[in-house]
Nanobody, 121 residues
Framework: VQLQASGGGLVQTGGSLRLPCAAS????????VGWFRQAPGKEREFVAS????????YYADSVKGRFTISRDNSENTVYLQMNSLEPEDTAVYYC???????????????WGQGTQVTVSS
């Protein structure tokens, strides 16, 4: 599975962005997908995850109520809708695919290249 995250950019505080994670391969629907982010000088952190069917989701406390993860297996794409963005959300965002949904980065086997999100104050 190859993943490509996109949709990043510069947005003002309170703004919104939607990050697609497009996947290649006919078996994409068999993978759980997670979003992680890494800010300069900080460790990569979990943001959100979604199960294979799309009904099971989980969020980091820092984004709960502001971010929504969803997937369209017919389009081989997972989305991260980010609303009410804050400067603290500034980071490179990565999507990853694995056999089970997890908050732990090492549990995901496949990773996209990342997309930069910058939130100005």
């Amino acid at each position: 599975v190859q993943l490509q995250a996109s949709g990043g950019g510069l947005v003002q505080t309170g703004g919104s962005l939607r990050l697609p994670c497009a996947a290649s391969g006919r078996t994409f629907g068999s993978y759980a997908v997670g979003w992680f982010r890494q800010a300069p000088g900080k460790e990569r952190e979990f943001v959100a995850s979604i199960g294979q069917g799309g009904s099971s989701t989980y969020y980091a406390d820092s984004v709960k109520g502001r971010f929504t993860i969803s997937r369209d297996n017919s389009e081989n794409t997972v989305y991260l809708q980010m609303n009410s963005l804050e400067p603290e959300d500034t980071a490179v965002y990565y999507c990853a695919a694995g056999s089970t949904r997890s908050t732990i980065a090492s549990r995901y086997r496949y990773w996209g290249q990342g997309t930069q999100v910058t939130v100005s104050s």
